[in-house]
């Protein structure tokens, strides 16, 4: 666990512990510290800082409790499942910085500079387990209805998918500071017929409606070859995740808040019975619900 004051971080290695190890904040310009991504690939923490008028990022070694370097960027951190891949989101420009995680003690540095999405909300990684095979960045926007995917081992492959065919933003300007919540996982298909997919799941609460993306996983070029999008109106949520279930690799969605209908969760429940009927053939999923 980790606690920020101003000046300093702690880290609790273990609940038996009786000392509390310091990692000097206010040295580095850092006043204010908020959002902190963990690379688990080399123990590198990855922390947001405010100070002087200014936002960057610092790269942290946890190992050693030593500031590393200092990144004039001025976004938030979000680091991978198996910690390889990183990227800082410039908060002013909507662009992507991506970073590759090195060994122990190591400084990251920048491969890409990629075109982020206006608006930008939530980023959620998604891989299949072999990340070399497919290894996709999710990003939601607060000010439209689309997501941005990013190809994190080619990231000249990008695609925006429009999930809803409004343009009117009044609904949307009347939720300043709103997230766009977001929900993304690899399911990978039993059937040598089928293809994998990645299954994505992004709230618009103005619209009163979840909306789910299903994309058919491609060729090792490009790693999508098919969109589509379903809605569910009636429900939302502020907190959505993948529940694993009954199947190794295999999920549902649920939402910590939700506002819904009889109605409305029904649908919700035929379109990911419809979606395990696909992947993992009728007789397990009829026996899923």
């Not at 963990?38 to 790269?59: A, D, P, Q």
């Not at 299949?128 to 997501?147: F, G, L, P, R």
């Not at 618009?204 to 789910?212: K, P």
């Not at 939700?258 to 053939?281: F, H, N």
Request: proline fraction near 3%.
């Amino acid at each position: 666990q980790f606690i920020f004051s101003p000046v300093r971080m702690l880290e609790f290695e273990n609940h038996d512990s009786k000392t509390a190890q310091f990692v000097s904040l206010e040295s580095e310009g850092c006043i204010k510290a908020s959002d902190l991504a963990i690379s688990g690939h080399n123990r590198h923490g990855f922390l947001r800082c405010n100070g002087m008028g200014k936002t960057f990022v610092l790269e942290i070694d946890l190992e050693n409790d030593k500031v590393l370097q200092k990144i004039d960027i001025p976004g938030t951190p979000f680091v991978s499942r198996a910690g390889l891949s990183i990227v800082i989101v410039d908060d002013q420009q909507q662009k992507f910085h991506m970073f590759k995680a090195k060994g122990p003690e190591e400084i990251s540095y920048p491969e890409a500079i990629v075109d982020g999405i206006e608006g930008f909300s939530q980023l959620e990684f998604v891989s299949s387990d072999d990340a070399s095979k497919v290894h996709v960045a999710v990003a939601s926007s607060s000010t439209q209805y689309k997501v941005l995917l990013v190809d994190m081992n080619n990231y000249n492959h990008t695609n925006t998918v429009e999930f809803h065919s409004s343009h009117n933003t009044t609904a949307l300007d009347e939720i300043h500071g709103g997230q766009r919540s977001l929900a993304a996982t690899y399911l990978q298909s039993y059937s040598s017929y089928d293809s994998d997919h990645i299954a994505v799941v992004v709230s618009a609460q103005e619209l009163n409606s979840t909306f789910m993306v299903d994309i058919e996983v491609g060729s090792d070029d490009v790693p999508w070859s098919s969109i589509e999008v379903g809605q569910v109106q009636g429900i939302q949520g502020d907190s959505m995740k993948f529940v694993y279930v009954g199947v190794p690799d295999q999920s549902i969605t649920t939402i910590s808040r939700d506002i819904a209908s009889t109605d409305a969760l029904e649908k919700l429940e035929l379109k990911l019975t419809e979606l395990q009927r696909s992947l993992w053939g009728p007789d397990l999923s009829d026996s899923f619900w």
